[in-house]
């Protein structure tokens, strides 16, 4: 099988079901943003982060291929279970989260993006899940699964905890604003 099939050229591309659509299409969009999202992630762990964070973002990286996967086939999920991401996935990025909450002091002010390089690189991995939020609540309420969404937002939530953990394990000083 080549990698290029040429289909694309007259910019459109075909989603699971067989339908050919434009690339500018929202759907694409949206699975775009959680291809770029996953990319990033993988831009984290090349640049190192602890065994921990390690474990908690390879978890995240299949659940996004998974949620990129069900966005690409509307029908993916009744299909094919492990495309859907359930509320038990949701609930695994809430106790990553107050896990490594724990290790933190509260916040007092907002903090300004930054830090030691990993932490840097995953507050870009936020905003970046962000963007990929706001693409899949743009499909319209029942375009996707509830889940779908409150895991996406859960993560960015995920991503700004373990960004501060970084810095604080590194012994990097967050800047506020």
């Not at 007259?10 to 959680?34: C, F, I, M, N, Q």
């Not at 990025?93 to 995953?122: K, M, N, V, W, Y």
């Amino acid at each position: 099988m080549k990698i290029y099939t040429r289909t694309g050229d007259g910019g459109e591309t075909g989603l699971l079901d067989g339908r050919r659509v434009s690339k500018a299409e929202p759907r694409v969009d949206a699975y775009g943003e959680v291809d770029e999202l996953n990319a990033c992630l993988g831009l984290v762990l090349s640049a190192g982060v602890d065994d921990d964070l390690a474990d908690v973002l390879g978890g995240v990286q299949e659940r996004l291929f998974a949620l990129g996967a069900s966005l690409a086939d509307p029908a993916a999920g009744a299909r094919d279970p492990r495309r859907a991401v359930a509320g038990s996935d949701v609930a695994a990025l809430e106790r990553a989260i107050d896990r490594l909450e724990a290790e933190l002091t509260p916040l007092r002010r907002f903090i300004l993006p930054g830090g030691h390089p990993s932490a840097a690189a995953i507050h870009l991995a936020r905003a970046v899940c962000r963007r990929a939020e706001r693409r899949m609540a743009g499909l319209g309420e029942g375009a996707i699964p509830q889940d779908a969404i409150a895991y996406v937002n859960r993560l960015s939530d995920l991503l700004f905890v373990m960004a501060r953990a970084v810095n604080a394990r590194a012994g990097v000083t967050e800047r506020e604003w």
